[in-house]
T-cell receptor, first 113, second 116 residues
Framework: GAGVSQSPSNKVTEKGKDVELRCDPI?????LYWYRQSLGQGLEFLIY????????KSGLPSDRFSAERTGGSVSTLTIQRTQQEDSAVYLC???????????FGEGSWLTVV | AQSVSQHNHHVILSEAASLELGCNYS??????LFWYVQYPGQHLQLLLK??????LVKGIKGFEAEFIKSKFSFNLRKPSVQWSDTAEYFC??????????????FGTGTLLAVQP
């Protein structure tokens, strides 16, 4: 597609449930990133993929968070046993292998009630 | 570790006023620097970037930024703001080409409100 596509755009879930957020990067981009944007917190790096491997997952807040990427394309961010503090906008971004400009999707707004 | 500081959290200006948003980073090596903008209800968009060469870079919509290596700064400027510039502005740094992770570290953002 023309840009980074994320789904769902909005998700309301009950505390304790698991959620999956999907990201479809720009075609041909080998690098993929997940960030979290909370009110007043700016953008927090979560994880970075180069191809299907994740050389940097240092930003994942806890072991309830995991992500995978298959076929060097689509990525899924999974949050298990959601907590209210997980409420945020989860942003996916991608970049080409040789470039450092990162292109963002519109985000998935997660609300845990 | 790299970090980015944006000193102005909330800026209010009248139309036609000049804008300067501060950004400082901490990293001693080669850096790539970015400003992203997020208009209300929209996704993050690249405003401008600096990789190398002329330290004064020009971006979209009349914005520019100057990289001052000695001050570890990359301040964003615009001579005359418009109401449509109301948005949140994020400075970001990446530790150069071939950096271990190629990830961007963002500042906490500056919310700009331009009054007509």
């Amino acid at each position: 597609g023309a840009g980074v596509s994320q789904s769902p755009s909005n998700k309301v879930t009950e505390k304790g449930k698991d959620v999956e957020l999907r990201c479809d990067p720009i075609s041909g981009h080998t690098a993929l990133y997940w960030y979290r944007q909370s009110l007043g917190q700016g953008l927090e790096f979560l994880i970075y993929f180069q191809g299907n491997s994740a050389p940097d997952k240092s930003g994942l807040p806890s072991d309830r968070f995991s992500a995978e990427r298959t076929g060097g394309s689509v990525s899924t961010l999974t949050i298990q046993r959601t907590q209210q503090e997980d409420s945020a906008v989860y942003l996916c971004a991608s970049s080409p292998i040789s470039g450092n400009t990162i292109y963002f999707g519109e985000g998935s707004w997660l609300t845990v009630v | 570790a790299q970090s980015v500081s944006q000193h102005n959290h909330h800026v209010i200006l009248s139309e036609a006023a000049s804008l300067e948003l501060g950004c400082n980073y901490s990293y001693g090596g080669t850096v790539n620097l970015f400003w992203y903008v997020q208009y209300p209800g929209q996704h993050l968009q690249l405003l401008l970037k600096y990789f190398s060469g002329d330290p004064l870079v020009k971006g979209i919509k009349g914005f520019e930024a100057e990289f001052i290596k000695s001050k570890f700064s990359f301040n964003l400027r615009k001579p005359s703001v418009q109401w449509s510039d109301t948005a949140e502005y994020f400075c970001a740094v990446n530790a150069g080409y071939g950096g271990a992770t190629n990830k961007l570290i963002f500042g906490t953002g500056t919310l700009l409100a331009v009054q007509p």
